[in-house]
T-cell receptor
Framework: AQRVTQPEKLLSVFKGAPVELKCNYSYSGSPELFWYVQYSRQRLQLLLRHISRESIKGFTADLNKGETSFHLKKPFAQEEDSAMYYCALSSGGYQKVTFGTGTKLQVIP | GAGVSQSPSNKVTEKGKDVELRCDPISGHTALYWYRQSLGQGLEFLIYFQGNSAPDKSGLPSDRFSAERTGGSVSTLTIQRTQQEDSAVYLC????????????FGQGTRLTVV
């Protein structure tokens, strides 16, 4: 069975400090990993996917198959980054996407 | 519309009443998900549809909760004999259910049981 773990419910950092939101997964095959974000009063939306290897809003995430992790990082946090972040895993084909329980990021001015 | 649409946006109901929540997914999306988001909490998976069938309904919290999907499109989540602990935002999402495809979320239905 596939599983996504986000160990922190809340992460508070000061503006300008580095951010790392942790995500670990369990899946025996080759998963697709995603990060989703929900800003206040907005819909949940895709932030980035590992297959794209892109940086969105300064965020990056590297898939580490050895550690089964997909941590989300940003070198300098901004106040507008305050939101709820969800890590998600897709095993492909017609299997469902599994979401973690989310981490609330609070950037302190 | 182009996105996932949920109705109603808000629903206030009395304890013990039944409620129906509706989700219109993006046209052509075969996968549909229902989640629950309680105040200050993360996503709680409820049920997953692939077409009209539900291969995973493991997240439904009790037999008061049921969901169906017809025509591979619209889905309805029904909560019978609502309780105060059912108060939450109910989110629906849909996707093409192919490798690496994005899940698109609706705006949610905020259910308040009084």
């Amino acid at each position: 069975a596939q599983r996504v773990t986000q160990p922190e419910k809340l992460l508070s950092v000061f503006k300008g400090a580095p951010v790392e939101l942790k995500c670990n997964y369990s899946y025996s095959g080759s998963p697709e990993l995603f990060w989703y974000v929900q800003y206040s009063r907005q819909r949940l939306q895709l932030l980035l996917r590992h297959i794209s290897r892109e940086s969105i809003k300064g965020f990056t995430a590297d898939l580490n198959k050895g550690e089964t992790s997909f941590h989300l990082k940003k070198p300098f946090a901004q106040e507008e980054d305050s939101a709820m972040y969800y890590c998600a895993l897709s095993s492909g084909g017609y299997q469902k996407v599994t979401f973690g329980t989310g981490t609330k990021l609070q950037v302190i001015p | 519309g182009a996105g996932v649409s949920q109705s109603p946006s808000n629903k206030v109901t009395e304890k013990g009443k039944d409620v129906e929540l509706r989700c219109d997914p993006i046209s052509g999306h075969t996968a549909l998900y229902w989640y629950r988001q309680s105040l200050g909490q993360g996503l709680e998976f409820l049920i997953y549809f692939q077409g009209n069938s539900a291969p995973d309904k493991s997240g439904l919290p009790s037999d008061r909760f049921s969901a169906e999907r017809t025509g591979g499109s619209v889905s309805t989540l029904t909560i019978q004999r609502t309780q105060q602990e059912d108060s939450a935002v109910y989110l629906c999402a849909s996707s093409l259910a192919r490798d690496g495809t994005e899940a698109f979320f609706g705006q949610g239905t905020r259910l308040t049981v009084v």
